[in-house]
Nanobody
Framework: QVQLVESGGGLVQAGGSLRLSCAASGSFSVINAMGWYRQAPGKQRELVATINNYGGTAYADAVKGRFTISRDNTKNTAYLQMNSLKPEDTAVYYC????????WGRGTQVTVSS
């Protein structure tokens, strides 16, 4: 079992920045990929960014150049640095982790005001 806890969400004005964290705990030998997803009201959950355990990253087109995903394997923690935030980035942000199965956190709310 893997437990994921997201933190760092909040309310920010357009153009501002936030840094999300996702801490993994529990019983596992290695976490392969970790990812950030988001779900806005009335919309489906969508991929934001992923990072594998070698540091390889991928981003949704909507966040390229503004968001940066990273991870600290010694802390089993993934981060999402979000800069130049826009109102359309408002959503609940979820972290996931891939071991032998996929685990999800409960999410953290990000609200960007115009």
């Amino acid at each position: 079992q893997v437990q994921l806890v997201e933190s760092g969400g909040g309310l920010v004005q357009a153009g501002g920045s936030l840094r999300l964290s996702c801490a993994a705990s529990g019983s596992f030998s290695v976490i392969n990929a970790m990812g950030w997803y988001r779900q806005a009201p009335g919309k489906q959950r969508e991929l934001v960014a992923t990072i594998n355990n070698y540091g390889g990253t991928a981003y949704a087109d909507a966040v390229k150049g503004r968001f940066t995903i990273s991870r600290d394997n010694t802390k089993n923690t993934a981060y999402l640095q979000m800069n130049s935030l826009k109102p359309e980035d408002t959503a609940v942000y979820y972290c996931n982790a891939h071991t032998l199965r996929i685990y999800w956190g409960r999410g953290t709310q990000v609200t960007v005001s115009s």
